[in-house]
């Protein structure tokens, strides 16, 4: 690769895509460093049956450039993941953003040169590419969790995993087929899978809570009159927590009657969407509160499934909201077919794949075939798989040994010169995401501005700021009853990985605050040199 640039990228996904945009249009140099050999980040890799987004598609869009968002047009509520898709390779078509994007380029190490004040970044072919700033825009969920099940390698027929499906068509015409893992991703392909395959053996290890998505044909009328007022629209989604335009009740659950509980919770179950527990605003500060949506979506599951003893297994006994609530078309009613199966791998542990089966206690499974939704190493695992070694040979993996820390999700002390989009301890996964990378990526291009126009060759987190910032995430994080519950938002996900609440759960109007002061007082909590 060409050995030298003024910004190095990590990551062609929206962050990546935008950043390079953005600088570009400030005269600054950059080049993009992408593993895969397309844009589109999450949306690149996640290409099972069924993948979609759970925020509306007319929000899950880039706001940047009006003309850009005035003349692409969404199909659907939630767009596919082909038309994700397909809307980021029309974005880099649009700016040409492909000529700075150097594909098929897997980044494994980068290292700061203190003397020269620039970091060189390693490929994994060996080339390299020296920059005075290097931004991780790598993503919260980019590197799939791949238990180590005993026998996997085994098994003679193909194993798919959610976060890296072929690029080619699966065919599942004919074969038995098993889902490891029901979160989001495995929510969403059961229904798909099931209608194709032979027969399907759902291993269920924690059941999830999920929301019928309603997902229908966009109406003209509807997207006319938003884009009629796509500014307004935006601003006023920039001021809810989630940074999403809808309606979240403030009110008590606790203090509402049983007739005002079951209407507002069963308006929302037909609107469908993770708008569900915006019903009250108190649902996830105790578990008196929770206990009400988590009961109501229980009775629906019981409603919906036939097999009452098929339906307890699928009814969630932890709190809802806690994991990232799932996002559905025919979940449950899947499991009234009668080519499903769902085994409960906390009642029949899994004890080992074989050649053509996978074996539970007490039963054999045979199979074609292996879908593995186990999710993802979320918020760290991209940035760990990066050996970075920043200031006085300070290395990102040791110093995040016990769990990350770092200054609004955007900087690290010891790290001079190196930003990161999204990460632990900005609100990312809490918020739609689009938004929020592109408050990051302003924030940052911004601070580059600012930096060239006083010559200022080095930007690096104090540590007092990153610990206080830290410091308030794990306080914000212990209010309620988020972080009680086993999630990948907490590292429980992965086999030990330190238990530490990773994102910021302050909302995103309080973090864009927080994030205009810093800059308002002089960059506050950084020091230039
Ligand atoms: P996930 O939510 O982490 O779900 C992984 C599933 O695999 C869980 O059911 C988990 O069980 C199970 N699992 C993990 N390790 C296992 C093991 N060793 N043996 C058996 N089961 C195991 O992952 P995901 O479904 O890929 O979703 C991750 C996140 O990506 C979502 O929360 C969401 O933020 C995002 N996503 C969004 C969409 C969307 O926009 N609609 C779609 C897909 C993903 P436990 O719960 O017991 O750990």
Redesign the pocket.
Known sequence: MENRTEVAIVGAGFAGMYLLHRLRGMGVQAKVLEAGSGVGGTWYW?RYPG?????ESIQYSYQFDDQLQQEWEWSERYATQPEILKYAEHVADRYDLRRDIQFNTRVRAATYDESASEWTLQAEDGATLTARIYVMATGC?SVP?K?D?KGLSDFSGPVYH??EWPHEPVDFTGQRVAV???????I?SIPRIARQAKHLTV????A?YSIPARNAPLDPDYVKSIKARYKEFRAEASKTPPGIHAVFNPGSVLDASPEEREAAYEERWQKGGLIFMGAFGDAMLSHEANAVPAEFVRRKIHEIVKDPEMADKLCPKNIIGA??LC?DTEYYPTFNRDNVDLID?KEQP?KEITANAVVVEGQEVEVDALVI????DAMTGALKNVDIQGRGGARLQERWADGPSSYLGLAMADFPNLFTVTGPGSPS?FTNMLPTIEQHVEWIADCIGYMNARNYRCIEATQDAEDEWWAHCQDVASVGIKGTT?S?YIGA?IEGKPRVFMPYLGGYPLYCQRCEEVVAEGYKGFAFS
């Open positions: 996640n993948a979609r987004c759970d925020i969920l969790n238990p099940l959610t976060g490891i893992g029901t979160g989001s991703s495995a969403q291993f269920q290890r924690t999830n994991k990232r996002v791998i899994l939704a186990t999710g993802f996964v086993d990948w996900n």
